[in-house]
């Protein structure tokens, strides 16, 4: 189901950015092709070339690097979905109030595919009026969100905010397409016309359609 699907991985400042090595490594197994834009605080948790030679593909952070100029809005039509996993409180508060401070966000806001999350903090920081007032503006502008799940937390506390394992959400994202083309190469017979409903060998229910609202459908 990700065959040939590219997709656009986000990784941010968070502890749990080591796992991003994991999920850009299950994505490309999968058959998808998959490039990286980091934010610079991420690079404090794992390296741009841990995920460019997993991605094989170079990794972005900049807008602009050695005279050139990271084009974010074909990244963001580029891909088929954007994930960023994982999603920092910080990064949050930027996507909820359109902050555009870094190439990651320029790419978020320019982006025309789906955009996905998969959120990353400690639990009080998850459990934040803010942070739940930012999710649901998230939720509200057509974001999709992985769920946390409930673990040990890089502050030694156990509770909910860990990012949802790589496994998981390649699984969430395989789901997500196939239901996005659950109907494709399905082959479908449209009747258009009265219908007649037997009610005993001599009588039936009718109606009095005309079909024309049948026949327009395959040409849509």
């Known amino acids: 189901m990700l065959q040939n699907k590219k997709i656009l991985l986000g990784v941010t400042g968070s502890i749990a950015a080591y796992k991003s090595a994991v999920l850009t490594r299950l994505l490309v197994k999968a058959g998808a092709e998959v490039k990286v834009v980091m934010t610079s605080s991420a690079k ?3 390296t741009p070339l841990s995920l460019s030679t997993l991605s094989k593909n170079p990794v972005l952070t900049d807008l602009t690097e050695n005279d050139s100029w990271a084009n974010h809005v074909m990244l963001g039509r580029w891909a088929d979905l954007m994930l960023i996993a994982p ?9 909820a109030t359109g902050l555009c401070d870094n190439l990651l966000m320029a790419v978020y806001l320019s982006a025309t595919c789906p ?3 998969a959120p990353a903090m400690d639990e009080d920081m998850w459990h934040h009026g803010t942070t739940k007032n930012n999710l649901e503006t998230l ?4 974001n999709h969100i992985i769920p946390v799940e ?4 890089a502050s030694g506390l156990v509770g909910e905010g860990r990012m949802a394992e790589p496994e998981s959400i390649v699984n969430w994202i395989r ?3 196939l239901n996005q083309n659950e109907l494709s190469g399905k082959k479908i017979l449209i009747t258009a016309g009265p219908t007649y409903e ?5 009588r039936f229910i009718g109606n009095h359609s005309s079909g024309k609202m049948g026949l327009p459908l395959p040409k849509k």
Not at 87 to 92: F, Q, R
Not at 150 to 153: K, M, Q, T, V, Y
Not at 198 to 202: A, E, L, Q, S, Y
């Open 175 to 177: 789901s997500f397409f």
């Open 44 to 46: 404090d948790f794992v």
């Open 198 to 202: 037997k009610i005993d060998p001599v």
């Open 150 to 153: 409930n673990g040990e937390l």
């Open 115 to 117: 955009v996905v999350v």
């Open 87 to 95: 999603l920092s409180c910080n990064t949050l508060a930027k996507m």
């Open 139 to 142: 939720k509200n502008f057509g």
